[in-house]
Every structure is written in structure tokens, then in C-alpha cells.
């Protein structure tokens, strides 16, 4: 399957501050990417698609102004969040789609904890 | 009712156990059946691939899809203290944007 990469694995930040978490896949090229948001004990909950070239989809109820998503290559999608807040704190996890039909490569998470 | 139903556990057997693990899903539209593996604090691992009806083997794991019970089954033979983490179902539908709908996990625990 495709190996998936997350740039940093932790990161603490203060209230207010912009936070950039990159995804790369490192041996695919991926035109699609997701990215997910997962509490503890908690199922994973799609948050976006992102689309090599194109502006991200973004589900119900998620702000796209406070999660930005870009995806400027197959290889790399940023998910920058911008003003965190400690209601933001939580494991983002991006995920590659692979050749068979909705399968899903997971990158390693990065935590996030604000402030 | 939520489209899929997965028993969140915990989950708790001996060394060597059969392990089974389940999930039950509304939507009839599902065709391609996955089950990921999660350690703490680490991204989801692809562990079975299927697609309709029927079972897949593979080393110590088995899928099962029951479509017509909207039922989906992994089995861990010979389990490990290894196989201690949270598995989740997922499902996707033809077309449906590659998007999956995952289970809410059960955490299992391996005894040694």
C-alpha cells in the first residue's frame, strides 16, 4: 500500500497561533486526499477532500476559513489551522486513496494540543 | 440510527484466543468492506480489503460479508499480545466520492 507522512507527529501551540500540518504521500502519487479529525476513543470524522489543483470540499459543519487546505502537488495537501483554539486540540490524521476502488492509506496522526 | 454499528468494546481475551469482531450497517448501497487497525496515538493500518459477498483469507485474519444480513465479520486465529488495539470497520458504496464510512472501533486487548 501507499506509505503516508505527517509533518510534525506533535505539536503544542498557544491560543490564537496558526498551526500548518503537512501530509505527504511518499510513494504514490495522489490526486485525493482526506483529512480527518479524531477525539479520543473516537471514530475518525472527515473533515475534508482535497484535490490536487482544485479548491478542498469540506464537510458539514467544518469552517473552511478556520481549517485551510491545500493540496499543491500529488505528493503534499496542508491542513493550516488557523487561530487555534483549545476546543482545535485533537489527533488530524490525512489519508491517501489507493488504486482498488475506496481504499483508504492512513498517515501516522498529528496531535495537536493549544493552550 | 447510525449507518453503521460496530460494539465499541472493551474486548479482553487470553493469548491465543478467537478473536471475533463485528459490524452491522443500513446502508444496502455498501459494497466494499475494509477493516483498519489502530495503535494508540498512530493512523489507522489497512489490514482486509473486500469486495461484496463472501470471506478473504489472509495469515490470521479472515473477512466475512454477510450482505444479505448487512453484516461484516473480522476473525484474529492464534491471537497475539501484538493485536492489542482498536479495529474499525469501513464501508463505501460504488461512486460514492471514495469517502468511507467507518464504525466507531472496538478495542481489543490481548492477554499474555
Known amino acids: 500500500g501507499a506509505v503516508v507522512s505527517q509533518h510534525p507527529s506533535r505539536v503544542i501551540c498557544k491560543s490564537g497561533t496558526s498551526v500548518k500540518i503537512e501530509c505527504r504521500s511518499l510513494?504514490?502519487?495522489?490526486?485525493?486526499m482526506f483529512w480527518y479529525r479524531q477525539f479520543p476513543k473516537k471514530s475518525l470524522m472527515l473533515m475534508a477532500t482535497?484535490?490536487?489543483?482544485?479548491?478542498?470540499?469540506?464537510e458539514q459543519g467544518v469552517e473552511k476559513d478556520k481549517f485551510l487546505i491545500n493540496h499543491a502537488s500529488l505528493t503534499l495537501s496542508t491542513l493550516t489551522v488557523t487561530s487555534a483554539h483549545p476546543e482545535d486540540s485533537s489527533f488530524y490524521i490525512c489519508?491517501?486513496?489507493?488504486?482498488?476502488?475506496?481504499?483508504?492509506?492512513f498517515g501516522p496522526g498529528t496531535r495537536l494540543t493549544v493552550l | 440510527q447510525k449507518e453503521v454499528e460496530q460494539d465499541p468494546g472493551p474486548l479482553s481475551v487470553p493469548e491465543g484466543a478467537i478473536v471475533s469482531l463485528n459490524c452491522t450497517y443500513s446502508?444496502?448501497?455498501?459494497?466494499?468492506f475494509m477493516w483498519y487497525r489502530q495503535y494508540s496515538r498512530k493512523g489507522p493500518e489497512l489490514l482486509m480489503y473486500?469486495?461484496?459477498?463472501g470471506n478473504k483469507e489472509d495469515g490470521r485474519f479472515t473477512a466475512q460479508v454477510d450482505k444479505s444480513s448487512k453484516y461484516i465479520s473480522l476473525f484474529i486465529r492464534d491471537s497475539q499480545p501484538s493485536d492489542s488495539a482498536t479495529y474499525l470497520c469501513?464501508?463505501?458504496?460504488?461512486?460514492?466520492?471514495?469517502?468511507?464510512?467507518f464504525g466507531s472501533g472496538t478495542q481489543l486487548t490481548v492477554l499474555p
Open positions: 489519508s491517501v486513496v489507493g488504486y482498488r476502488h475506496n481504499e483508504q492509506f
Open positions: 482535497s484535490n490536487e489543483g482544485s479548491k478542498a470540499t469540506y
Open positions: 446502508n444496502s448501497a455498501f459494497q466494499y
Open positions: 510513494d504514490f502519487q495522489a490526486t485525493t
Open positions: 469501513a464501508m463505501s458504496a460504488a461512486g460514492s466520492a471514495r469517502q468511507l464510512t
Open positions: 473486500t469486495y461484496s459477498s
